[in-house]
């Protein structure tokens, strides 16, 4: 499954959100994640909905790049794709969590539901706190220094958390039958990377269990 190759991209999406260059990561990690995705298709269609969002994030992305570096001087523009980048990732997280809470009740495993659900519930408080401090509070200095600090944390912890229910996915869901489930896209640069990939995500004990299957 691509849940591996998701695990990078969520990587690069998410925590690099809390860097200087959260734009750029957001354009690796959308392409990455959408990259994933094109396997997880085939597994449910749930997942369909993550790849449209994902599309629409890279070149959200890369509009605020643009704007950033040729057209600087319109703001408004800037902050309209900037604020709209930001949105998207909240939806795309939540679309990832709640696509891995069905397979994961498909397939009966309660504890990746439960920490895909904790992701959802952190998502949603920084949501709220970070519209409060935007809307109601955008003028109230007391109010945002008291919700902003929570709403941080509530985003890095749904990170932390999100990161940790895609490695679970990865490690508990796409071991079925010890069977390679990647499917070829037909292009040898990007099936390349994708087998690639996914050795370098397979842990060392499940590529000994396969080497000795094939010398038999």
């Known amino acids: 499954m691509g849940f591996g ?5 969520y990587f690069f999406m998410y925590i690099g959100s809390f860097t200087a260059l959260s734009t750029y990561t957001a354009i690796v990690g ?4 959408l990259f994933s995705l094109k396997e997880l298709i085939y597994q449910n269609k749930c997942f369909l909905a993550s790849a449209i969002v994902s599309i629409l994030l890279v070149f959200d992305a890369i509009a ?3 704007v950033d570096l040729f057209l600087s001087d319109t703001s408004l523009a800037y902050s309209i794709l900037f604020y ?3 949105i998207l990732a909240a939806i ?10 069905l397979i994961s009740k498909e397939v009966k495993l309660p504890k990746i539901q439960a920490k895909s659900i904790i992701t959802i519930l952190f998502i949603g408080i920084y949501a709220l706190f ?4 935007n809307t109601a509070f ?15 944390a509530c985003q890095f912890i749904a ?8 490695f679970n996915s990865y490690m508990r869901i796409c071991y079925e039958d010890d069977k390679d489930m990647t499917k070829k896209t037909g292009v040898s640069p990007m099936d390349f990377l994708n087998d690639k990939l996914n050795v370098a995500m397979t842990p060392k004990e499940k590529r000994m269990n396969n080497d000795r299957k094939k010398k038999k």
Request: with cysteine; net charge neutral; charged share 10%.
């Open 159 to 166: 990170a932390v958390m999100g990161l940790i229910t895609v």
């Open 64 to 66: 605020v790049v643009f």
């Open 30 to 33: 959308a392409a990455v994640i």
């Open 138 to 152: 955008a003028n109230n200095e007391l109010m945002q220094s008291r919700f902003y600090p929570v709403s941080v």
């Open 130 to 133: 970070t519209v409060l401090c």
């Open 92 to 101: 795309l997280n939540v679309m990832l969590m709640v696509s891995i809470l």
């Open 84 to 86: 709209s980048r930001d």
């Open 5 to 9: 190759i998701m695990f990078l991209g």
